[in-house]
């Protein structure tokens, strides 16, 4: 029997991504560069690279930012923020919200109070 027909085995698992060290950039840029011209397929083929990988790899490595070799959807992910933390920021924006909403009010009530007194000055003076 093979492994796809075993319960409880998903046959379409989700591939991991690979991820590659600057270092092993910087030395398959290198071999690649170095192989004879009818070479060069078998380097990627062996590693199951594309150029397109090569050619982004040299293309950091020409400007000089070897940390441009770092692969940042892997690289430097963030740590998740505690339930406190998030409570916290959620808190914060709910209170910069109202403080705003109250800021609203506030002028509207003003500038009711100011038209509702100058209103009084006219009725006044039309008697």
Do not use: C
Not at 20 to 48: C, M, N, Q, S
Not at 50 to 65: L, Q, T
Not at 81 to 102: D, F, G, P, Q, Y
Request: hydrophobic share 35%; glycine share 6%; aromatic share 4%.
């Amino acid at each position: 029997m093979t492994s796809q027909n075993t319960p409880g085995v998903d046959p379409a698992a989700k591939p991991k991504r690979r991820t590659f060290t600057p270092e092993y950039k910087l030395r398959i840029v290198a071999e690649y560069d170095a192989a004879p011209k009818g070479e060069k397929g078998a380097v990627l083929r062996r590693e199951r690279l594309y150029d397109s990988h090569v050619k982004e790899w040299r293309a950091a490595r020409d400007a000089g930012a070897l940390d441009a070799l770092a692969d940042r959807r892997t690289a430097g992910v963030r740590p998740k923020k505690s339930a406190a933390e998030t409570e916290n920021e959620k808190l914060r924006r709910r209170i910069e919200r109202l403080e705003k909403e109250l800021a609203q009010r506030d002028a509207a009530l003003e500038v009711l109070g100011k038209a509702h007194a100058l209103l009084e000055m006219v009725s006044g003076s039309a008697d």
